[in-house]
């Protein structure tokens, strides 16, 4: 059981991860865009971060995600056996 959590949680951590570079532009305003450029920063940095608005949207769509990868692994059994096969099969040697 604790082996079965462990490992969902493992693959929740990588899609929110993966999540979190998506989603960390949204909404992002740049000190050019505000023309208030701090001296000593690039023109491309965030004039503000809202940490909690970034992971909050980040656990939400992760946890969205994550369901769909879970309800098609385990009620409809789709897995990477079940992705069609690109390249060439060496098996017969």
């Known amino acids: ?18 999540t979190l570079f998506a989603v960390l532009p ?11 450029i ?5 023109h ?4 503000r971060f809202r940490p909690l608005f970034t992971f909050s ?3 939400l769509v ?5 369901t769909l990868w879970y309800v098609s692994s385990t009620y409809f059994g789709w897995g ?5 096969q690109i390249g060439p099969s060496f098996s017969n040697v």
């Open 1 to 18: 059981m604790l082996q079965t959590f462990l490992q969902g949680f493992a693959v929740y951590f990588i899609v929110w991860w993966m």
């Open 26 to 36: 949204i909404g992002l305003r740049t000190q050019a865009e505000d023309d208030d």
């Open 38 to 42: 701090v001296p000593g920063t690039v």
């Open 44 to 47: 491309s940095a965030p004039t």
């Open 57 to 59: 949207l980040t656990t």
């Open 62 to 66: 992760s946890a969205v995600i994550y």
């Open 80 to 84: 990477f056996d079940a992705l069609p």
